[in-house]
């Protein structure tokens, strides 16, 4: 038996907004969406994010991404004017990470490991 990623689902207000911030921001792709369910998907690469419309006070989501180069997806983010929470850093749990957040307060904490 094995397994293979998991796929977050984030709280958002607006999907079709949401993903436009992803492609803009983040350099995502939209993937799909479906108006009656209120749902859509963003990726890039093998990264996936579900985004789910919601409208009931529920808090973001704090989600971990491993890419290969920090470095490099924090100068692709910086340069497309994403909100950056931290620059990239070296952490003692063994990880070099910085965190972004989308419009709708969600945190993709970027990583790989040291």
Not at 1 to 29: C, I, K, N
Not at 69 to 88: K, N
């Amino acid at each position: 038996m094995s397994w293979s990623q998991a796929t977050p689902e984030l709280p958002v207000r607006d999907v079709r907004g949401a993903q436009e911030h992803y492609r803009d921001q983040l350099g995502f792709g939209i993937a799909w969406h479906n108006e009656a369910e209120r749902i859509g998907a963003v990726r890039r690469e093998e990264c996936i994010l579900f985004l789910r419309e919601v409208d009931d006070g529920r808090p973001p989501a704090n989600v971990w991404i491993f890419v290969e180069d920090v470095d490099a997806v924090h100068r692709d983010a910086a340069q497309r004017g994403a909100d950056i929470e931290d620059d990239p850093d070296d952490k003692p749990w063994g990880l070099r990470q910085f965190t972004v957040r989308d419009d709708y307060g969600n945190r993709l904490n970027i990583h790989h490991d040291l």
